[in-house]
């Protein structure tokens, strides 16, 4: 049985090593690389897998494929808050403030390459 902290640390060291090796958004892995790591974890660790629901198949607390969520999508969430801009996939647009009840910050993501329709 792993402890939380060894459960991190191994966590931490697969995301470490499917970044080095994913392709051009290296923060980015695709969602089947990511569910074949959750995965290899459970049928490397089989004391790590956990059946919620008779659906499940013991993984998903690692990576739910339906709800891009788990431990591996948080770890590369923590991973990309760190990113330079250059790094990420996706760009901040603009930010607008308004001053006429308090202040209110409006974001627009756009993926990178998209061209914004305004002109």
Do not use: W
Not at 1 to 7: A, F, N, V, W, Y
Not at 28 to 41: G, M, R, T, W
Not at 64 to 90: A, T, W
Request: one cysteine or more; hydrophobic letters at 35%; a neutral charge.
């Amino acid at each position: 049985m792993l402890s939380e902290t060894s459960r991190k640390l191994l966590v931490k060291i697969e995301v470490s090593a499917l970044v080095e090796q994913s392709g051009k958004f290296l923060h980015y892995p695709c969602n089947d690389e990511k569910q074949i790591l959750a995965e290899s974890v459970v049928t490397l660790f089989p004391s790590l897998k956990i059946k919620m629901v008779e659906e499940n198949e013991g993984f998903e607390h690692f990576y739910d494929p339906v709800s891009h969520s788990g431990f591996i999508e948080m770890r590369l969430r923590n991973l990309r808050r760190k990113l330079c801009d250059d790094q990420r996939r996706y760009q901040r647009k603009h930010c607008r403030i308004s001053a006429s009840s308090g202040v209110s910050i409006t974001l627009d993501i756009t993926a990178e390459g998209e061209e914004d329709s305004k002109g």
